[in-house]
């Protein structure tokens, strides 16, 4: 146990001593690592102070190399604009116009001029003021090649061409390639988006010609196919080439409409549109005054191209309006006058019926139909072509506007009736045709009376075949259907009248075969008829004995009878050749051969076979036997 306590005692000391030996070490370590610092303290010391100046001239140093580095960047920013133009220089001075640069390369290089002209701007240095008029002047003259280019694109498609061959052949007038358009397209592109307008402008000093030039013959045909040669000739539909103009006019406008959708934008389309057609539409302004200067000079014949005119502009017109609505009224505005006039030429119509008929200085001897019957149904005939414009006109008139005599309208501010409403057009034109026809018998019986005053006949034969002239051509269509009832209704009144002033020629021969007859006689027993003389059993079918009713007669009747049959041959006879004398319309004469043939025949019927016994058949008193007369009577109306 002890010797277990030394041993352990023995080894702890031993392992103090060698504690301790550590801890000399240790403290001999101290003072070296000590001495080390103080050295290597003093050494930082000498190495602070020889190093200090050196690391701030570093700094500085990497200060200024920095800032160096800045300028340089600068300077680099400020001559890359430089160095643009001098690469896009070459580009642009090249131009699209003779194909040396594709044009969305040159529009890319315009666009990269624009961006280095804007750097420059906003560097704010004036030593640049050079180099930024440089710039703009390079734009601007990029601006001018492409306008050029624009302008040199739409000519290769602006050559005028002969509007008949495509409107005969229902063609559509050529438009502007599909490749030229998306070239002037990306051209007014570039230009809008830099706020420039003026490919607008230049389209239409380009095209504006062009479309005017192409119509142009069809403004010259217009004129020139309204000469006249034949004064009285009335115009006929479709003769002047008006229709024609405007055909080619809306069609070329159309055209030119769907060139301009492609190019611009939807705000430009109305006004470029109209800005190009200005002057093709300030042509058709003048073809339109020169026709109703011409209309004007022949109202009475060719007042019917006015309708024609009306029509065919008017209906152009709105049907332009559904592409460009600001087409419509200088069109419009054209037009007026030309409508104007025609509403005029209503009531001048009515009064050249009037002037012509006072204007008359004789009337044929023969009763034949005066020519103005011909001429106003022609013209009425002709109106049946105008249905269409007729009833605007018309109503713009008013109802019976047209029976006043009225002077030509001096503008468009001219007074018109107010419109009523509730008639229609065809009502309107029923009640126009009534009235023409009433002033024209009415004026034509008027003049009759005056210049044919000792002959109601020659008077009723005159006024009878104007009325058939009159009815026969109001039996044909369209006439037909607009007739009124009014209108036929003072028709059948003229016709009354000339009949019965005709069928005064003839009362005279039949006022020689009426006789005295004496009710108060008595009758003689071996006569079924009465007593001579006497009055014949009313009723009675028995056939009359002449020779037995003129023995009852006293000798005075009998010389009577005589007196009256040559009376009756002499008036009969005159009245014939004045009826054989005359000229009849079909219709007349079988009117009025049987008219007569209805007063004469029964008359001389009975007047035949009571006294026929009263020259014993010598014909000396008797000329004509019954059934002569009948055979003689039924030829008038054949």
Same mark, same amino acid.
């Given at each position: ?154 000519? @290769? ?212 139909? @005066? ?213 009849? @319309? ?53």
């Amino acid at each position: 146990m002890p010797s277990i306590v030394r041993s352990a005692h023995a080894e702890e000391s031993a392992e103090v001593e060698v504690l301790l030996a550590n801890m000399d070490k240790l403290k001999t370590l101290t003072k070296r690592i000590q001495g080390s610092l103080g050295r290597l303290e003093s050494s930082g010391r000498s190495v602070q102070d020889a190093i200090g100046p050196i690391h701030h001239n570093t700094s500085a140093l990497q200060v200024r190399q920095r800032n160096i580095e800045r300028i340089n960047n600068a300077i680099d920013n400020i001559r890359q604009p430089l160095d643009r133009r001098q690469r896009e220089e070459p580009i642009i001075h090249a131009g699209p116009r003779l194909q040396r640069v594709n044009l969305q390369d040159y529009l890319s290089s315009m666009d990269r001029t624009s961006q280095a002209l804007s750097d420059l701007q906003s560097s704010g240095l004036k030593s640049n003021q050079k180099a930024v008029a440089e710039l703009r002047e390079l734009l601007r003259f990029g601006n001018q090649q492409l306008e050029g280019a624009f302008r040199d694109t739409l000519r @290769e498609e602006a050559n005028p061409v002969e509007p008949l061959h495509y409107i005969t052949k229902q063609l559509p007038f050529p438009d502007i390639s599909r490749d030229n358009s998306s070239k002037l397209r990306l051209i007014n592109s570039y230009a809008a988006a830099g706020g420039d307008t003026r490919t607008a402008a230049i389209y239409a000093d380009v095209r504006g010609p062009y479309v005017s030039t192409t119509l142009q013959n069809m403004a010259t045909a217009s004129v020139s196919t309204t000469r006249k040669t034949d004064p009285n000739a009335i115009y006929r539909q479709g003769t002047c080439a008006i229709g024609t103009y405007s055909v080619a006019l809306e069609k070329l406008f159309a055209s030119e409409y769907d060139n301009i959708c492609p190019i611009f934008a939807r705000e430009q389309w109305a006004t470029t549109h109209s800005n190009t057609v200005q002057a093709a539409i300030n042509d058709f302004a003048r073809t339109l005054s020169e026709l109703h200067h011409h209309v004007k000079n022949h109202i009475v014949t060719d007042c019917f191209l006015s309708y024609e005119i009306v029509q065919i502009v008017s209906s152009m017109s709105y049907r332009l309006e559904s592409r460009n609505a600001a087409l419509r009224q200088p069109i419009q505005d054209a037009l007026r006058p030309i409508r104007e006039t025609a509403k005029y030429s209503l009531s001048r119509l009515i009064d050249d019926i009037r002037q012509r008929s006072s204007a008359l200085v004789s009337i044929p001897a023969d009763g034949s139909a @005066e020519r103005l019957s011909y001429d106003v149904m022609t013209r009425l005939q002709t109106m049946t072509s105008y249905l269409d414009p007729l009833p605007s006109i018309l109503a713009s008139v008013g109802e019976s506007g047209w029976r006043s005599s009225s002077s030509m309208p001096s503008g468009p501010g001219s007074d018109t009736p107010p419109l009523d409403v509730g008639i229609s057009g065809r009502d309107l034109f029923s009640s126009y045709l009534a009235d023409t026809l009433d002033t024209l018998l009415t004026s034509l019986d008027a003049r009759a009376r005056a210049l044919l005053s000792k002959s109601k006949s020659a008077q009723g034969v005159f006024l009878a075949n104007n009325v058939a002239v009159v009815d026969r051509t109001l039996a044909s269509p369209p006439l037909s259907t607009l007739v009124s009832d009014a209108a036929r209704a003072k028709l059948d009144t003229h016709r009354k009248r000339a009949l019965a002033a005709y069928l005064d020629a003839w009362r005279d021969p039949c006022i020689h075969l009426r006789d005295t007859q004496y009710t108060n006689r008595s009758s003689h027993p071996n006569q079924a008829g009465g007593t001579p003389g006497g009055r014949p059993t009313s009723g009675s079918a028995a056939p009359v004995d002449s020779a037995a009713f003129l023995k009852g007669m006293s000798s005075k009747d009998r010389d009577a009878i005589k007196e009256k049959f040559k009376a009756f041959n002499a008036a009969f006879d005159d009245a014939l050749a004045r009826h054989r004398g005359y000229r009849f @319309e079909a219709e007349v004469r079988a009117l009025l051969g049987r008219e007569v043939q209805a007063m004469i025949e029964p008359l001389y019927a009975r007047f035949w076979d009571r006294y026929h016994e009263i020259d014993k058949g010598r014909g000396k008193y008797v000329k004509y036997g019954k059934g002569e007369m009948t055979s003689l009577l039924a030829g008038l109306a054949s």
